[in-house]
């Protein structure tokens, strides 16, 4: 993996031999040696990941990774504090001005590349649903700010997989004033709980006596349901090899024993942060979606999707040799309702009539608006005869109730007019489905509209 990196120090040869290193691990480096400097490149540069000292003049790094992270261009980009400070409380500080990590030099070179590639790992991907955000944007959904006020809401669902008995006790006593925690010592009924609930953070340690906690995390990576949930590691100190295998597989972040409760606290808030964050974006990704293939003034599928979801159909009926049907259903005289009551009547009359059409199909029909007062109905497995049954359902549904419309106008009397046909051969193309659909819906109007037609091969 590659990626941008920016190293800030003051110390020319400090930066040198962090560039020389990530140079060898085919990383592209920029350099910058104070704080004023490292703002800049942060914003014209567009690194990936920061490795930032904190022992600058003028402005130290705890300040500049303050404005890092407040900076709208910026705030999304991990930053690592890689300095002599050694104190438990500098690194609660640290990670307490945003930074992702704080390590105490000399720092272990093979340590320093696992945990940079697995903050840019985490970068990438939330630069991909940050990238469709904007789209979600302007299709009028929740903008970045109000996506980042939700990730600091509600207290945190935690997970605790720990089978020593005080420091389980430790940790969640540390973490319960602000979360739900629960405690398993045991990794494989831990792995039946996160299979059935949803934890916003699993928190594991590596050195379970009775179990592999490193084949624990594999496995909730390897699992759809919890491929996304956070995961705080806590490694035996100096155990890098297992540490670098973590950060290798996954984990998001680690700590090392003894564990301090402040730097605790900190990190788990921080992996909250960040999940429920990507949890929205990832739910407006969705939302996004759904409005893609979806009609938005009945709530039916579109056009779009109909026709390409039509092929996919028409193509599995003919591969196994089952029957589809299709209606087509057209609004009688929708035109004299516009011109009479307006557009906003109008309006009404199709919500209500896609609402209708909804509520007389079967789930495993395809309902959609094909376009201004036309729908389609695809109804798989599905002959001509039952189609024709269902057709007619619709078709009296709409006729024997009046709908309730605004403008002043109250009720309108509406009607409908059906066309069906299924599937005559396995050769036979979408076009030409819908077009014998189509033919039998135009029969329909001809006869006198309020009816149902059904159009042979």
Same mark, same amino acid.
């Given at each position: ?27 592209? #480096?920029?350099?910058?040696? $104070? ?28 300040? %500049? ?30 990670? =307490? ?64 997989? =720990? /089978? ?7 940790? +969640? ?7 739900? #925690? ?19 953070? #699993? ?5 379970? =006596?009775?179990? /592999? ?128 009551? &307006?557009?906003?009547? &109008?309006?009404?009359?199709?919500? @209500? ?6 509520? $007389? ?5 395809? +309902? ?8 389609? #109905? ?9 189609? $024709?049954? %269902?057709? @007619? ?43 014998? +659909? ?9 006869? &006198? ?9």
């Amino acid at each position: 993996m590659t990626a941008r990196v920016l190293v800030v120090d003051d110390i020319p040869a400090n930066v040198k031999l962090l560039e020389a290193k990530l140079t060898a691990e085919y990383f592209d #480096v920029s350099t910058a040696f $104070n704080g004023r400097e490292a703002l800049e490149a942060a914003t014209t540069e567009k690194p990936d990941i920061i490795l930032l000292d904190v022992m600058m003049p003028e402005m130290d790094g705890f300040e %500049v990774c303050r404005r890092l992270k407040s900076m709208p261009e910026t705030q999304h980009v991990p930053v690592i504090m890689v300095t002599a400070l050694d104190q438990p409380a500098d690194r609660v500080t640290g990670l =307490e001005a945003g930074a992702d990590d704080f390590l105490t030099k000399p720092v272990d070179d093979i340590a320093l590349m696992a945990r940079v590639r697995s903050l840019v790992r985490l970068k990438l991907m939330t630069d991909e649903l940050r990238m469709r955000e904007t789209t979600s944007n302007q299709l009028g959904l929740m903008d970045e700010a109000e996506a980042l006020h939700r990730a600091d809401a509600a207290m945190g669902r935690i997970l605790v997989v =720990e /089978d020593r008995e005080t420091s389980a006790r430790r940790i +969640a006593e540390s973490l319960r004033e602000q979360n739900r #925690v629960t405690i398993e010592s045991d990794a494989r009924e831990a792995l039946v709980r996160v299979s059935g609930e949803d934890y916003d953070l #699993v928190v594991v340690s590596l050195s379970l =006596e009775r179990s /592999d906690g490193l084949r624990f995390c594999s496995h909730l990576r390897s699992e759809e349901r919890t491929r996304n949930t956070p995961i705080l590691a806590i490694v035996e100190n100096g155990d890098t090899t297992r540490l670098v295998r973590a950060l290798d597989m996954g984990v998001n972040d680690y700590l090392m024993r003894p564990v301090d409760r402040n730097e605790l606290t900190a990190r788990v808030r921080t992996q909250l942060k960040r999940k429920r964050y990507q949890d929205v974006l990832r739910q407006n990704l969705q939302l996004s979606l759904e409005m893609a293939i979806t009609d938005p003034l009945t709530n039916l599928y579109n056009r779009r999707y109909m026709e390409s979801h039509l092929s996919t159909l028409v193509q599995r009926a003919a591969d196994r040799g089952k029957a589809i049907s299709l209606l087509i259903v057209d609004i009688d005289f929708f035109k004299a309702v516009n011109d009479t009551h &307006g557009h906003d009547v &109008g309006d009404d009359v199709l919500r @209500e009539f896609g609402e209708r059409l909804a509520r $007389n199909v079967r789930g495993i029909d395809l +309902a959609c608006r094909y376009g201004g007062e036309e729908f389609v #109905v695809v109804m798989p497995d599905t002959d001509v005869a039952f189609a $024709n049954t %269902v057709a @007619e359902r619709l078709r009296k549904g709409i006729a024997d109730e009046s709908f309730n419309v605004g403008g002043g106008v109250g009720a309108l009397d509406i009607t409908a007019s059906i066309g069906v046909t299924s599937l005559q051969s396995p050769t036979e193309s979408v076009d030409q489905f819908l077009k014998r +659909a189509d033919q039998a819906l135009y029969r329909a109007k001809r006869e &006198g509209r309020n009816r149902v037609v059904s159009e042979a091969a």
